[in-house]
T-cell receptor, first 114, second 115 residues
Framework: GAGVSQTPSNKVTEKGKYVELRCDPI?????LYWYRQSLGQGPEFLIY????????DSGLPNDRFFAVRPEGSVSTLKIQRTERGDSAVYLC????????????FGQGTRLTVV | AQSVTQLGSHVSVSEGALVLLRCNYS??????LFWYVQYPNQGLQLLLK??????LVKGINGFEAEFKKSETSFHLTKPSAHMSDAAEYFC?????????????FGTGTRLKVLA
C-alpha cells in the first residue's frame, strides 16, 4: 500500500498474555519508529530501527517490550506478560534517512489489557 | 533537555476566527520542527515542516507556521477556522541524539471549533 499499515487496529487481551503488533512501513523507508500514545498525551518514543537493527531502544519501558525488524521492512512489537498499564495506542512511523525528512504514521493499534 | 512545549491543552475558536496554536522548543541547535494533526481514531498526518529555507512555512488545509529563533517558537496559525479543523494538533522536533534521529512530540492541543 501507499501508507504505513498497522495490524490489528484493535487488540483486547487479558492481563498476563503475550501480544504482537505488526507494522508495514512505506516501501523504501529505511527508518522505522514505534511510539506509544496514552489518552490525552502526545506520542512517546519507544524504539527506532535503521534497516534491520534497533539503533535506539531507549524508550522501551522495560524488558517485557521487544521489537524486531528481521528483513528491514515489516516490524513487530512484542509485549510479554501484559499489564493494564500497557493499554494505549501504539503508533508506527517510517521515514527516509536524512536530516530533514518527515515521519509518516500508521493509524495505530489500540491495545486494551483487561 | 531538548523538547517542545505546547501551551494550552484545549483551544476553542468560533468558525471563521483566527486559529493560533502555540509551540516553543528548547534547543541549542537549529531544529527540525513539524506540526502534525490527529483526527479521532486516526494516526498523525503531517501539516507542515520547517526546512530552514524560509521562516514562514505554509502547509496543508490553509495552515502555516512561523519559525522565530529569537523566541524559540513555531506557532501554528490559520486565518479562518473551519468546522473540519477540529482535531488534536501536535508540535514535534526531530533530534539527533547518540547518532540517531528521533521525533519528540509535545503533549498536544485539542482544537474545538464552535458554530
Amino acid at each position: 500500500g501507499a501508507g504505513v499499515s498497522q495490524t490489528p487496529s484493535n487488540k483486547v487481551t487479558e492481563k498476563g498474555k503475550y501480544v504482537e503488533l505488526r507494522c508495514d512501513p512505506i516501501s523504501g523507508h529505511t527508518a522505522l519508529y514505534w511510539y506509544r500514545q496514552s489518552l490525552g498525551q502526545g506520542p512517546e518514543f519507544l524504539i527506532y530501527f535503521q534497516g534491520t537493527g534497533a539503533a535506539d531502544d531507549s524508550g522501551l519501558p522495560n524488558d517485557r517490550f521487544f521489537a524486531v525488524r528481521p528483513e528491514g521492512s515489516v516490524s513487530t512489537l512484542k509485549i510479554q506478560r501484559t499489564e493494564r498499564g500497557d493499554s494505549a495506542v501504539y503508533l508506527c512511523a517510517s521515514s527516509l534517512l536524512g536530516e530533514n525528512t518527515e515521519a509518516f504514521f500508521g493509524q495505530g493499534t489500540r491495545l486494551t489489557v483487561v | 533537555a531538548q523538547s517542545v512545549t505546547q501551551l494550552g491543552s484545549h483551544v476553542s475558536v468560533s468558525e471563521g476566527a483566527l486559529v493560533l496554536l502555540r509551540c516553543n522548543y528548547s534547543s541549542s541547535v537549529p531544529p527540525y520542527l513539524f506540526w502534525y494533526v490527529q483526527y479521532p481514531n486516526q494516526g498523525l498526518q503531517l501539516l507542515l515542516k520547517y526546512t530552514s529555507a524560509a521562516t514562514l512555512v505554509k502547509g496543508i488545509n490553509g495552515f502555516e507556521a512561523e519559525f522565530k529563533k529569537s523566541e524559540t517558537s513555531f506557532h501554528l496559525t490559520k486565518p479562518s477556522a473551519h468546522m473540519s479543523d477540529a482535531a488534536e494538533y501536535f508540535c514535534a522536533v526531530r533530534l539527533l541524539t547518540s547518532g540517531t534521529y528521533k521525533y519528540i512530540f509535545g503533549t498536544g492541543t485539542r482544537l474545538k471549533v464552535l458554530a
